[in-house]
């Protein structure tokens, strides 16, 4: 695992001062993992409540105060009695009895936290279970009352809120209407900012554990950066990359392709949650089709409601202050799953089906080929009706003839440091070997010999000697095909559509 002692001295901290707060965080983030943690970090201090609404907590529980009040008091004796807090237990379960509301409760639960020699720390996780119910905003609205006459009556000396969904997302959902959308039960609570993403530094500790138990001789170094690099630290992507190396007995660069490619192909409860949201929101849809495919820079504002809905499932980050998909791993399964939605009505997919079989040779690709081809179906396809064809389509495109060449075998990313309006980098691994195409639109030879010093810059970065360049070119007069240059000691096979 990866360390969390600096994550866990930081939220103690907060709970040293007080302070009411909420983990939100995309699925599959790590928080019921954190909470484990930090039950034990704070044992030695506090009496510490870990529930779990989704565990403790049935749909009929939420019906109204009194089911609430009386299941609530069932799974705090219980999880007192579990976490071995025997005196706990036995105060709660003389004190919280014939309880038939939520004031009744919370009177009773602040004799609790005065009887007990330690001070209480609540902590509920999978508060999302309690989503669409009034009675729980009612319940956080007693939290909120309690915290606030804290100097005069006991109470909690921390409450904590684990779930994707913040509390202001949960009252939409039940208050929809503008008066009250914005008028939180929840507005005493501290931001909670500590990164529980991993850096390069969290992976290299946990692979250096490993390795002094197994003796692999893998580089750390190396596949850390490789991990952070197609994961940018999403904690269930870094361990299923691990997962799939450890069960291979391999830690090379092969293994690590396989672990990746595993991710980008099959199914798994966070891909499919991010697929389920693509596909039943049209606005969702759109954010990410005009940031992938249009290449538009969006300003990274959590005010727009798509925005703050993406960000909060975990689907996009802020880079730069303009929304960007949140890892690799993600934007090749969202660009697959475009891609699928037009495949089977796409002449140019057909066509690379067709192909597939003519670009491999001594288990390499040969991108030429592979760029003679799309140049000839796309004359086939747009040269008689070019006003058909829109600039935007041309990533589309060649992703869509390049997919089932490499389906199965190879994967690609696209370099998002590259991506705009103008150009976009496409990085296709296959079998250990990296080839980068950049697209780009055609902006006159000027901006074309700049593209060419450009790819011949990133080829230097990944240390390789050739690379290819397709334009798009929307002149009458243009003159399409194929050249190799060379820039600045590297190859450069351009491609003209």
């Known amino acids: 695992m990866v360390n969390l002692d600096s994550r866990l001295a930081q939220i103690k901290d907060m709970v040293d001062k007080g302070q009411y707060f909420c983990i939100n965080r995309g699925r599959q ?30 749909v009929a529980t939420f019906e109204n105060e009194k089911t609430f009040s009386k299941a609530f008091i069932d799974a705090f004796v219980e999880t007192a009695m579990f976490s071995d807090e025997t005196a706990l237990m036995e ?14 409760l919370f009177r009773k639960l602040s004799v609790v936290c ?37 100097n005069k009556r006991p109470t909690f000396q921390s409450v904590i809120l684990a779930g994707v969904h913040d509390i202001r997302n949960l009252r939409q959902k039940i208050r929809p209407d503008a008066e009250h959308k914005h008028n939180s039960p929840w ?78 192909r099959e199914k798994n409860p966070l891909i499919e949650s991010l697929i389920n949201k693509l596909e039943d929101d049209k606005n969702l849809r759109n954010l990410l089709y005009n940031v992938l495919f249009l290449g538009q820079k969006i300003s990274y504002n959590i005010d727009n409601v798509v925005i703050e809905n993406a960000a909060m499932y975990g689907f996009i980050s802020n880079k730069n202050d303009c929304v960007s998909v949140a890892n690799r791993i993600f934007e090749t399964r969202i660009y697959n799953w475009f891609i699928s939605q037009e495949a089977t009505d796409s002449r140019m997919y057909s066509e690379g089906v067709n192909d597939k079989n003519q670009f491999i040779q001594c288990n390499q690709l040969n991108m030429e080929k592979i760029l003679e081809k799309f140049i000839r179906h796309f004359n086939d396809i747009y040269g008689s009706q070019p006003d058909k064809f829109k600039e935007e389509d041309g990533r589309k495109l060649f992703l869509l003839y390049l997919r089932p060449i490499i389906n199965g075998t190879g994967n690609y990313y696209i370099e998002a440091q590259t991506r705009d309006q103008k150009r976009t980098d496409v990085i296709v691994d296959y079998l250990g070997k990296q080839y980068i195409v950049e697209l780009k639109i055609w902006r006159g030879e000027e901006y074309n010999t700049e593209g060419e010093k450009q790819i011949a810059e990133y080829l230097d970065y990944y240390h390789l000697d050739k690379g290819y360049l397709l334009s798009f070119n929307f002149n009458k007069n243009k003159q399409t095909g194929m050249k190799t240059i060379q820039v600045n000691g590297k190859t450069v096979v351009e491609a003209v559509v």
């Open 91 to 104: 105060i709660a379960k003389r004190e919280l009895t014939s309880v038939t509301n939520l004031v009744e």
């Open 187 to 264: 507005n005493i609570a501290s931001a909670f900012e500590i990164d529980m993403s991993f850096n390069v530094h969290d992976i290299a500790g946990m692979l250096t554990e490993y390795e002094n138990d197994h003796h692999t001789g893998m580089d750390i170094p190396k596949l850390s950066q490789l991990i952070y690099d197609y994961t940018s630290g999403y904690p269930v992507l870094v361990s299923m990359i691990c997962k799939c190396m450890d069960k291979s007995g391999s830690w090379d660069d092969p293994s690590f392709e396989n672990a990746v490619k595993y991710l980008i």
């Open 29 to 58: 983030y790590g928080k019921t993992t954190l909470l484990d943690a930090l039950q034990s970090y704070l044992q030695n201090d506090y009496t510490v409540i870990s529930m779990d609404f989704q565990a403790q907590m049935s």
């Open 114 to 150: 005065k009887l007990n020699d330690k001070k209480i720390v609540l902590m509920i996780d999978e508060v999302d279970s309690a989503s669409n119910n009034q009675v729980f905003l009612d319940f956080l609205s007693q939290l909120r009352g309690y915290y606030l006459i804290r």
